[in-house]
Nanobody, 127 residues
Protein backbone atom coordinates (compact mmCIF):
# COMPACT_ATOMS: atom_id res chain seq x y z
CA UNK A 1 0.00 0.00 0.00
CA UNK A 2 1.31 3.41 -0.91
CA UNK A 3 1.79 5.78 2.00
CA UNK A 4 2.17 9.53 1.37
CA UNK A 5 4.76 11.53 3.32
CA UNK A 6 4.54 15.33 3.43
CA UNK A 7 7.36 17.82 3.84
CA UNK A 8 8.11 21.46 3.21
CA UNK A 9 5.96 23.26 5.73
CA UNK A 10 7.20 26.17 7.80
CA UNK A 11 6.74 29.77 8.84
CA UNK A 12 6.46 32.44 6.19
CA UNK A 13 5.32 36.05 6.06
CA UNK A 14 2.17 37.05 4.25
CA UNK A 15 2.84 37.39 0.55
CA UNK A 16 5.57 34.78 0.65
CA UNK A 17 5.81 31.32 -0.89
CA UNK A 18 6.29 27.73 0.18
CA UNK A 19 6.48 24.48 -1.72
CA UNK A 20 5.07 21.36 -0.12
CA UNK A 21 6.11 17.90 -1.23
CA UNK A 22 4.22 14.64 -0.99
CA UNK A 23 6.41 11.60 -1.57
CA UNK A 24 5.25 8.03 -2.04
CA UNK A 25 6.47 5.44 0.42
CA UNK A 26 5.99 1.70 0.09
CA UNK A 27 4.79 1.83 -3.51
CA UNK A 28 4.24 4.37 -6.28
CA UNK A 29 1.61 6.98 -7.04
CA UNK A 30 1.04 5.50 -10.50
CA UNK A 31 -2.66 5.36 -11.45
CA UNK A 32 -3.71 7.25 -8.32
CA UNK A 33 -4.91 10.74 -7.60
CA UNK A 34 -3.16 12.80 -4.95
CA UNK A 35 -5.08 15.35 -2.99
CA UNK A 36 -3.92 18.17 -0.74
CA UNK A 37 -6.10 19.09 2.21
CA UNK A 38 -5.71 21.44 5.14
CA UNK A 39 -7.11 21.83 8.60
CA UNK A 40 -6.91 25.00 10.63
CA UNK A 41 -7.46 25.01 14.39
CA UNK A 42 -11.14 24.70 15.22
CA UNK A 43 -12.12 24.13 11.59
CA UNK A 44 -13.00 21.13 9.49
CA UNK A 45 -10.50 19.63 7.10
CA UNK A 46 -10.98 21.07 3.64
CA UNK A 47 -9.86 20.16 0.15
CA UNK A 48 -7.22 22.40 -1.38
CA UNK A 49 -6.10 20.74 -4.60
CA UNK A 50 -5.92 17.43 -6.42
CA UNK A 51 -4.02 15.94 -9.33
CA UNK A 52 -4.49 12.71 -11.22
CA UNK A 53 -1.29 10.88 -12.14
CA UNK A 54 -3.16 9.14 -14.98
CA UNK A 55 -4.41 12.08 -17.03
CA UNK A 56 -2.99 15.11 -15.24
CA UNK A 57 -6.41 16.54 -14.41
CA UNK A 58 -6.39 18.99 -11.54
CA UNK A 59 -8.70 20.59 -9.04
CA UNK A 60 -8.30 23.76 -6.99
CA UNK A 61 -10.48 25.16 -4.26
CA UNK A 62 -11.79 28.61 -5.11
CA UNK A 63 -9.85 30.26 -2.30
CA UNK A 64 -6.47 29.09 -3.66
CA UNK A 65 -7.04 29.41 -7.41
CA UNK A 66 -4.41 31.58 -9.03
CA UNK A 67 -2.10 31.30 -5.99
CA UNK A 68 -1.43 27.57 -5.60
CA UNK A 69 -0.17 25.18 -8.26
CA UNK A 70 -0.16 21.40 -8.00
CA UNK A 71 2.23 19.29 -10.05
CA UNK A 72 3.57 15.77 -10.13
CA UNK A 73 6.94 14.27 -10.93
CA UNK A 74 6.09 10.68 -11.72
CA UNK A 75 9.74 9.68 -12.00
CA UNK A 76 10.29 10.82 -8.41
CA UNK A 77 6.88 9.61 -7.20
CA UNK A 78 6.36 13.04 -5.70
CA UNK A 79 3.54 15.58 -5.90
CA UNK A 80 4.20 19.24 -5.17
CA UNK A 81 2.00 22.07 -4.02
CA UNK A 82 3.54 25.44 -4.85
CA UNK A 83 1.90 28.07 -2.68
CA UNK A 84 2.38 31.71 -3.60
CA UNK A 85 0.96 34.96 -2.24
CA UNK A 86 0.29 33.24 1.05
CA UNK A 87 -2.22 34.76 3.42
CA UNK A 88 -2.65 34.35 7.18
CA UNK A 89 -5.86 32.42 6.48
CA UNK A 90 -3.76 29.78 4.72
CA UNK A 91 -2.33 28.82 8.11
CA UNK A 92 -3.15 25.15 8.73
CA UNK A 93 -1.80 21.65 8.87
CA UNK A 94 -1.56 20.44 5.29
CA UNK A 95 -2.13 16.80 4.46
CA UNK A 96 -1.72 14.83 1.28
CA UNK A 97 -3.79 11.76 0.57
CA UNK A 98 -4.08 9.04 -2.05
CA UNK A 99 -7.29 8.27 -3.92
CA UNK A 100 -8.53 6.54 -7.05
CA UNK A 101 -7.34 7.90 -10.36
CA UNK A 102 -10.56 9.76 -11.26
CA UNK A 103 -11.48 11.36 -7.94
CA UNK A 104 -10.17 14.79 -8.91
CA UNK A 105 -13.29 15.17 -11.08
CA UNK A 106 -15.63 14.93 -8.09
CA UNK A 107 -17.36 18.20 -7.15
CA UNK A 108 -17.11 18.93 -4.34
CA UNK A 109 -13.96 16.91 -3.65
CA UNK A 110 -14.88 14.51 -0.84
CA UNK A 111 -12.41 13.45 1.82
CA UNK A 112 -13.94 10.00 2.05
CA UNK A 113 -12.64 8.81 -1.32
CA UNK A 114 -9.03 9.22 -0.20
CA UNK A 115 -7.84 6.10 1.59
CA UNK A 116 -4.26 6.75 2.65
CA UNK A 117 -3.26 9.93 4.48
CA UNK A 118 0.03 11.45 5.50
CA UNK A 119 0.84 12.82 8.93
CA UNK A 120 0.62 16.44 7.85
CA UNK A 121 2.96 19.41 7.75
CA UNK A 122 2.38 22.73 9.49
CA UNK A 123 2.16 25.91 7.44
CA UNK A 124 2.07 29.17 9.36
CA UNK A 125 1.64 32.50 7.62
CA UNK A 126 2.33 35.56 9.73
CA UNK A 127 0.74 38.92 9.02
Amino acid sequence: EVQPVESGGGLVQAGGSLRLSCAASGSTFADYAIGWFRQAPGKEREAVSCISTTDGSTYYADNVKGRFTISSDNAKNTVYLQMNILKPEDTAVYYCAVGGGDVCYYRPLPLGVFGSWGQGTQVTVSS
